[in-house]
Every structure is written in structure tokens, then in C-alpha cells.
């Protein structure tokens, strides 16, 4: 853990419609009044979204804010990985959240890169400390990891290879973040550990995201959730509101580095979580 002040940053996706980018501009316009350290914003299996990825970068360093785009390795081979970093450090890009990635739908082989670690040991070998490297954690472990320790060494792996500091994949359960920070540093892995946060927007949408990345909703919270259905939004974010705004306070006042909020693009739950916490 650290005393330094903490980091607060937001996520976005890249929209895939004139509509979506318009929304997201707005969004951006009130989530900019709480003067985040930067906004990150995530890449398509494959590179699939980088377009759209770049142009959403430079959309909020033309604002005046840092942004971070999102890197993954599968697929990608070094001379593309240069044409992209070349691309972006000629713009002013300095951070980038380096990850592996998930391969696209019928894509069967990685590539020259496997893991983030590859990832980002080609960055620092090829631009130095050129740019700053977020990766990414998992505190209740990579849903492909063959045991939790596994899954540790390989983070320890990618934080060795040159990482700057990790975001980690959302959780519900504060404990389980401890534990793992706990781990980490028995290891000799020093580098900031910042939470994620996943507001909670409905619970349809959050099964199938923790199916997906397996992140776990404590049986309590499911059960809950499922009593009010989709239908009931209000209730939901009502409920949401209070569990994330207990689990941010634990974190932060148990030493957690800073908080990166997952947006999916809106601002009102997010403010007002900023506001219950009372951050400035």
C-alpha cells in the first residue's frame, strides 16, 4: 500500500456510432469537472476498434486530459506494434494500458505474442521509458489461470517486464483485493495496485460481464439483485449505489493507491458515487 494521494481515472469504449460519440461527449464534459489523473480507453479483439480507439484518444487530449489507450498483443506482430506506438508517440500518447487481449472470433492462432508480459517487455526494449505502462490484475484470478498462484507469478511476470503500475479487474469483495496486494508484495511486486470499480447499472448486464472475465458476485448481492429484476432499475441502482460506495470507502481507507471507475460510457452513477465518497 502507499500514502502517496490517490489516482482516480475513467474507462471508456470506443462508440461505434456518430450518436454514441456524441453521448460519450457528453459524458466526458461532466465526468472532466472531477479532474481525473487520466481517461483510459479500451482497444477491440485483435485491434478491431483501433480507429475508433485513436480518434477517442485524441478527442480528450484535445480537451486538455491525459488519455490511455488500451493495447492488446494477440494477433499483433512487432512491425504493426511500432507502426502503432510510432503513431502514437508522435502525437503526445504517453500512457497505455498494455494487455494481451482475447482473440477474435475465428482467429486460432496468437501470434508472436502470447502474453502481456511479451507485450510489454517489446515496449520497453523498442522506446524505453517512453511511455507509461498500466496492466492489468486479477484478484480473484485470470478466469484462464490454472491455480491462483499461477495466475500471481504471471502477473509478477508482466510487473517485472516493466509495468509502471496495474488496474485491476472489478470486484466486490475488498478482501479478496487486500489478499492479493498482500501477495504481491511478498513476492517483491512493489508497483501500485489500483481497484477497479464496476458501478452497478443492471444485473443482466453485470452476469454476463462476471461470466465472461470471472469477476464474482457475492451470492448475496446475486440474490438481491436478482429479487428486483431489470425492471426495477431504480431499486438496482439504489442498491448498487450503496454496496460499490461502502467497497470504494474500504478500499481507500485501508490504503488502496487510488480507484479506476469502468464508465460504459455514463456519468450519473459515477458521480454520484464521486459525491457519497466526498472525493475532490
Given at each position: 500500500m502507499t500514502t502517496r494521494k490517490p489516482s482516480?481515472?475513467?474507462?471508456?469504449?470506443?462508440?461505434?456510432?456518430?450518436?454514441?460519440?456524441?453521448?460519450?461527449?457528453?459524458?466526458?464534459?461532466?465526468?472532466?469537472?472531477?479532474?481525473?489523473?487520466?481517461?483510459?480507453v479500451t482497444y477491440g479483439a485483435g485491434g478491431t476498434t483501433r480507429d475508433r480507439t485513436l480518434e477517442t484518444?485524441?478527442?480528450?487530449?484535445?480537451?486538455?486530459?491525459?488519455?490511455?489507450?488500451?493495447l492488446s498483443c494477440i494477433g499483433a506482430t512487432p512491425d504493426s506494434l511500432r507502426e502503432l506506438l510510432d503513431d502514437y508517440r508522435q502525437r503526445g500518447i504517453t500512457?497505455?494500458?498494455?494487455?494481451?487481449?482475447?482473440?477474435?472470433?475465428?482467429?486460432?492462432?496468437?501470434?508472436?505474442?502470447?502474453y502481456a508480459a511479451d507485450l510489454v517487455a517489446f515496449i520497453r526494449r523498442e522506446y524505453g521509458n517512453q511511455f507509461r505502462l498500466e496492466i492489468?490484475?486479477?484478484?480473484?484470478?485470470?478466469?484462464?489461470a490454472r491455480s491462483a498462484r499461477d495466475g500471481l507469478i504471471n502477473f509478477k511476470r508482466k510487473a517485472d517486464a516493466g509495468a509502471d503500475s496495474a488496474i485491476t479487474q472489478y470486484f466486490y469483495n475488498a478482501d479478496a483485493y487486500f489478499h492479493f496486494v498482500d501477495e504481491c508484495e511478498a513476492l517483491g511486486v512493489a508497483l501500485?495496485?489500483?481497484?477497479?470499480i464496476m458501478p452497478?447499472?443492471?444485473?443482466?448486464?453485470?452476469?454476463?460481464?462476471?461470466?465472461?472475465?470471472?469477476?464474482?458476485?457475492?451470492?448475496?448481492?446475486?440474490k438481491k439483485l436478482e429479487d428486483y429484476?431489470?425492471?426495477?432499475?431504480?431499486?438496482?441502482?439504489?442498491?448498487?449505489?450503496?454496496?460499490?460506495?461502502?467497497?470504494c470507502d474500504k478500499l481507500l481507507r485501508h490504503g488502496a493507491p487510488g480507484l479506476h471507475f469502468y464508465t460504459l460510457n455514463q456519468s450519473a452513477i459515477v458521480s454520484t458515487l464521486w459525491q457519497r465518497l466526498g472525493l475532490r
Open positions: 482516480f481515472s475513467f474507462e471508456f469504449f470506443p462508440p461505434k456510432t456518430p450518436a454514441g460519440m456524441e453521448k460519450l461527449r457528453t459524458t466526458r464534459k461532466q465526468l472532466a469537472q472531477l479532474r481525473p489523473e487520466f481517461f483510459s484518444v485524441l478527442e480528450i487530449q484535445a480537451e486538455g486530459f491525459e488519455a490511455a489507450p488500451h500512457r497505455i494500458v498494455a494487455l494481451r487481449g482475447d482473440l477474435p472470433s475465428g482467429m486460432v492462432e496468437t501470434g508472436e505474442f502470447r492489468a490484475a486479477y484478484p480473484e484470478t485470470h478466469p484462464e501500485p495496485i489500483i481497484p477497479g452497478i447499472y443492471n444485473y443482466t448486464q453485470l452476469a454476463r460481464f462476471s461470466d465472461a472475465c470471472g469477476a464474482e458476485i457475492p451470492r448475496w448481492m446475486r429484476g431489470d425492471d426495477d432499475l431504480p431499486s438496482i441502482h439504489a442498491f448498487g449505489l450503496d454496496v460499490v460506495t461502502a467497497l
